[in-house]
């Protein structure tokens, strides 16, 4: 029984650092809570479906996911939230109705019965004595990969610096050159694909459903808040404090509350450390 705990925490904690990184890149750059996330992350899954549904491979429906949820985050930022960068309020609320929209629309026009989302590798293996399934070490392998990238993407690419430096002063930033729209837009796309696959891989082990974004939308506050606002060390961090406490709850409670950790968590980290892990104190 351990160590099954052991295995989900590790896998879940790294699909929730999937989602949460991508939360925490918009707001570090552009200051905004883009509470659509959770709906990109269901477009990525059901695009990875659909993709496998009408006779794709699962390989190419990944793919075909990835992009098609960095697309849809691009098109969010160019469409809505581009003409109000500085009125965060109103992106709060354009976003949160494109999320409802979104799962209206596959609730119309796919049903609302979960979906199977196909293995990308059948199979188990032996690890430490246990039976493991290969596609759950796939996916945390995957998920590291794509981690990993992040910290190179942002730390050895020209692009990544400018994000960075946006991310500290977007007027220093466009002092120095840097185009801040080109940055935004960039940004959007890179955390909609994180987004769209964890969405992928949340679809593989538990199921895509169209609400199946709302509760890694509340789990990523939770983890950007607690990881401090806009740090992805941090985001990482968190996302394995908030994995491991909601593999217990879940494993020694009830599934019932699943989600109620991240809650609580978040209320203990306002009340006490407002500026999380690796954030700034918040100032007047």
Do not use: C
Not at 24 to 35: D, E, P, Q, R, Y
Not at 140 to 148: D, L, N, P, Q
Not at 153 to 160: D, L, R
Not at 230 to 249: N, R
């Amino acid at each position: 029984m351990v160590t099954g705990i052991f295995a989900d925490w590790l896998l879940l904690s790294a699909l929730y650092a999937l989602v949460a990184i991508g939360f925490t890149m918009i707001f570090g750059v552009g200051g905004v809570l883009n509470l659509a996330h959770g709906g990109i992350l269901t477009v990525g899954a059901f695009a990875t479906y659909g993709v496998t549904f009408y006779g794709g491979h699962i390989a190419a429906g990944l793919v075909v996911g990835v992009i098609a949820a960095g697309l849809f985050g691009g098109l969010i930022y160019l469409v809505l939230a581009r003409e109000f960068m500085d009125e965060p309020l109103v992106i709060l609320i354009l976003t949160l109705v494109v999320a409802v929209i979104i799962e209206e629309v596959i609730a119309t026009f796919v049903g609302t019965q979960s979906r199977v989302v196909r293995q990308l590798v059948p199979g188990t293996t032996e690890l430490i004595g246990v039976s493991v399934q290969l596609n759950r070490l796939t996916m945390f392998a995957a998920s590291w990969i794509a981690i990993g990238g992040v910290f190179v993407f942002t730390n050895h690419t020209n692009i990544g610096r400018a994000v960075i430096a946006t991310s500290m002063s977007d007027r220093g930033a466009a002092i120095v050159g840097i185009d801040a729209d080109r940055v935004q837009l960039v940004t959007w796309i890179f955390a909609g694909a994180l987004a769209g696959l964890g969405g992928i891989f949340l679809g593989m082990e538990y199921l895509a459903n169209y609400d199946m974004g709302r509760n890694p939308l509340v789990l990523s506050f939770a983890i950007v808040v607690l990881g401090g606002l806009g740090s992805i060390k941090g985001s990482v961090i968190a996302a394995y404090l908030v994995g491991f406490v909601e593999t217990l709850t879940v494993h020694m409670i009830s599934p019932r509350l699943t989600g109620m950790a991240a809650f609580i968590i978040l209320i203990i980290v306002l009340l006490t450390k407002p500026e999380g892990l690796y954030g700034r104190e918040f100032v007047e």
